[in-house]
């Protein structure tokens, strides 16, 4: 039996004692899948410490620099996973990144590299912010490599290819349900 575990916003305030306190034990048996924020900006989410929640100022991952190298030398051991968590994660208007947010493709693209070359590993996996995706949002992650959107395989979900705009629902707010995204995810 395979399954995932998922755990997102993983970003620049987050500190390897927050990650060894959770995961310790767990990650010397096979690794966690991150989902981690590039530059995460500082707004209303209770992810962020409260003296910084809603400044909307931004903190690019690479300035936490005890958490940059333990992460580097974890991923590389196969402790851990990194996958893409948007991009700032948060927007201004409060919808979520990936279903309004602007310059998606850009995003997903710049966003990869930079995890890439910060973490020195390979991004495979993306994660949208509130588990919710558009449409420009999924065409963003088809054009940009085809990044594949949750593709863990779990048992009974098996690897289902590039996303298409066909294999989601539709939602009321002009985006996509992530219900089918949430199943491949397999969290516990
Ligand atoms: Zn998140």
């Given at each position: 039996m395979y399954f995932c575990i998922r755990d997102d916003d993983t970003s620049f305030f987050t500190s390897p004692e927050d990650l060894e306190r959770s995961y310790g034990k767990i990650k010397s048996v096979g690794p966690v899948s991150l989902a981690i924020i590039p530059f995460?900006?500082?707004?209303?989410?209770?992810?962020?410490?409260?003296?910084?929640?809603?400044?909307?100022?931004?903190?690019?991952?690479?300035?936490?620099?005890?958490?940059?190298?333990?992460?580097?030398?974890?991923?590389?051991?196969?402790?851990?996973?990194?996958?893409?968590?948007?991009?700032?994660?948060?927007?201004?208007?409060?919808?979520?990144?990936?279903?309004?947010?602007?310059?998606?493709m850009s995003k997903v693209r710049d966003g990869r590299k930079y995890l890439e070359d910060v973490l020195e590993t390979r991004i495979a996996v993306f994660v949208p912010p509130h588990n919710r995706i558009g449409r420009r949002g999924l065409s963003a992650i088809e054009s940009a490599d085809r990044t594949s959107v949750e593709r863990q395989v779990c048992e009974g979900a098996g690897d289902l290819g590039p996303p298409t705009l066909g294999r989601y629902g539709r939602d009321s707010n002009d985006g996509l349900t992530t219900a089918g995204l949430e199943f491949l995810g397999c969290s516990i």
């Open positions: 995460c900006l500082a707004g209303s989410s209770k992810a962020v410490p409260e003296k910084f929640r809603n400044r909307w100022t931004i903190h690019p991952l690479d300035q936490n620099r005890s958490l940059v190298s333990y992460l580097r030398l974890e991923i590389a051991a196969g402790r851990f996973e990194a996958m893409l968590h948007g991009y700032y994660h948060e927007t201004r208007s409060l919808k979520p990144e990936f279903v309004s947010g602007d310059d998606l």
